[in-house]
């Protein structure tokens, strides 16, 4: 059984930084991609950022030059770097992978931005 575990969410004031992990229950090499999407309260599941499995990233256009995703191949970790951020980026970030043609979800982390 694959898992995602989320980490590193919490409470931080506008402007700050906060740091989000995703920990692998598989070599994350064997993903094709990983993903970090985000879902605040009566919005939709959106996609955030994606790492590619040769290291390619992409980013929602709300979340670029302040969102880093990076991948630890020996730790079989996701991270996502979050700077500079916003009340509008107050959601539950979920990870995302998928893998031989079957997608995994974690169970997501809170942030919450808020003075």
């Known amino acids: 059984q694959v898992q995602l575990v989320e980490s590193g969410g919490g409470l931080v004031q506008p402007g700050g930084s906060l740091r989000l992990s995703c920990a692998t229950s598989e070599e994350i090499e064997s993903f094709y991609h990983m993903s970090w999407y985000r879902q605040a309260p009566g919005n939709q599941r959106d996609l955030v950022a994606t790492?590619?499995?040769?290291?390619?990233?992409d980013y929602a256009d709300s979340v670029k030059g302040r969102f880093t995703i990076s991948r630890d191949n020996d730790q079989n970790t996701v991270g996502l770097q979050m700077n500079s951020l916003k009340a509008e980026d107050t959601a539950i970030y979920y990870c995302y992978g998928r893998r031989s043609a079957t997608s995994y979800w974690g169970k997501g982390t809170q942030v919450i931005v808020s003075s």
């Open positions: 790492i590619m499995a040769d290291g390619r990233t």
